[in-house]
């Protein structure tokens, strides 16, 4: 079993949302570097902390486990989804997504500020400046000293 951390904007999918549907698509990777940890690495069983970004309170807000490997996200061949790719198609699809199951909410969300200040994380890619990637690796030890703060 591995660990991740995916990225959201709690505005369009939250920890919350993910308790409503119980089980979601995790689409719309549009990094190659994401994409290809998706389509190679995450496997049915992995947890992942769900992040929130671009809101008030930006962190760690869930966990989810998950439940199908990659498979085309067939968003992008759909013109009228925000994630269209006019150069994937069925035949040769350019991006995956994964399905997650909730798991659970945190007590609290754990605030990036808090993160940022633990020496455990110094390695973790989420507290380096200019990191973009909303899908990432995250070790043992990283994530128990994350979960350990909840």
Same mark, same amino acid.
């Given at each position: 079993? *591995? @660990?991740?951390? +995916?990225?959201?904007?709690?505005?369009? +999918?939250?920890?919350?949302? /993910?308790?409503?549907?119980?089980?979601?698509?995790?689409?719309?990777?549009?990094?190659?570097? *994401?994409?290809?940890? &998706?389509? %190679?690495? =995450?496997? =049915?069983?992995?947890?992942?902390? $769900?992040?929130?970004?671009?809101? #008030? %309170? =930006?962190? =760690?807000?869930? $966990?989810? #486990?998950?439940?199908?490997?990659? @498979?085309?996200?067939? !968003? *992008? +061949?759909?013109?009228?989804?925000?994630? +269209?790719?006019?150069?994937?198609?069925?035949?040769?699809?350019?991006? !995956?997504?994964? %399905? $997650?199951? !909730?798991?659970?909410? &945190?007590?609290?969300?754990?605030? /990036?500020?808090? &993160?940022?200040?633990?020496?455990? &994380?110094?390695?973790?890619?989420?507290?380096?400046?200019?990191?973009?990637?909303?899908?990432?690796?995250?070790?043992?030890?990283?994530?128990?000293? $994350? /979960?350990?703060?909840?």
């Amino acid at each position: 079993m *591995a @660990y991740w951390l +995916f990225k959201t904007e709690p505005d369009t +999918f939250s920890i919350d949302t /993910l308790r409503t549907q119980n089980i979601s698509c995790w689409e719309g990777v549009r990094n190659y570097q *994401a994409r290809n940890m &998706l389509r %190679d690495e =995450v496997k =049915v069983g992995d947890l992942v902390l $769900i992040y929130h970004s671009s809101c #008030k %309170d =930006v962190g =760690v807000a869930g $966990i989810a #486990k998950v439940v199908k490997e990659a @498979y085309p996200d067939h !968003f *992008a +061949f759909n013109v009228e989804s925000d994630y +269209f790719d006019a150069k994937s198609s069925p035949d040769n699809p350019r991006w !995956f997504m994964v %399905d $997650i199951a !909730f798991e659970r909410k &945190l007590s609290r969300v754990i605030p /990036l500020a808090k &993160l940022k200040a633990m020496s455990e &994380l110094e390695q973790l890619p989420l507290v380096k400046r200019g990191n973009r990637l909303s899908v990432m690796p995250v070790s043992e030890e990283e994530w128990q000293a $994350i /979960l350990h703060q909840e």
